[in-house]
Every structure is written in C-alpha cells, then in structure tokens.
C-alpha cells in the first residue's frame, strides 16, 4: 500500500491510478490508524487531508471517464462498512497536500514504479 507522490497522480498508468483510489477508501474505512509501513504518516494527519489527497486522485479519474461513487466526495464518508465522522474539521491544505511528499519521496515512487516496468 502506498500514496503516490502528489505530483504523479496525473501521470499514473490506469492501474495505478484505480489502485490509489481503491487504496485510499481503504484507508478511510477501517483502514484508518492500521500501521503499515509506508503509509503510516497518513495517521500523523488529520484524516481531512487524505480526503483532500483523494479528491486529487478522484478528479483525475473523472478528467480519464472513470466515475468513482460519488459518496466518496463527502469528506464524512468512510465507506458503506464503516461508520462515517459524525465531524470532520477542514483544516489548512499546502502543496504537497502531505510533507512527507518531498523530493526524495517522489524519486522512491519513480524508482518503485521502474521496477515495475513503468518509466514516467
């Protein structure tokens, strides 16, 4: 499981791009504050920021002619087996939305998508 790098997202591969989306729900459902190694700096955050990180990733899929169930664009939701926020606070949003998505982030992603076979 892994969030790519915010610059990346309108260059991911189809694949890519569906697994985020899949990846993030997952992460706003039960998946919140379940540790896994490469994304437990979400759990650092407010989870309005990977709301925010998956309106980027679900904007791209509209902008491609896929349509992610638009629930997923209330900032409340969680998915249909999780309960959603009774609140969830905005909070301020920079860019990159995450700061653990710096420079040598964006060259771990590049190197992890070559291995792959995916040259951006």
């Not at 638009?70 to 959603?84: A, F, I, K, V």
């Not at 920079?94 to 060259?107: G, K, M, N, W």
Request: aromatic share 12%.
């Amino acid at each position: 499981m892994r969030l790519w790098h915010e610059s990346l997202i309108p260059r991911l591969p189809r694949a890519q791009l569906l697994g985020q989306h899949r990846e993030i729900a997952a992460l706003r459902g039960n998946g919140w504050g379940r540790r896994h190694a490469t994304v437990n700096y979400v759990f650092t955050h407010s989870p309005y920021l990977l709301y925010r990180f998956h309106v980027l990733v679900m904007d791209e899929m509209h902008a491609r002619g896929y349509r992610p169930n638009e629930r997923w664009y209330d900032p409340l939701y969680r998915g249909t087996s999780c309960e959603p926020y009774v609140e969830l606070t905005p909070c301020d949003i920079s860019t990159p939305i995450y700061p653990e998505h710096d420079d040598r982030y964006l060259r771990e992603c590049l190197d992890n998508l070559a291995g792959k076979g995916i040259v951006l």
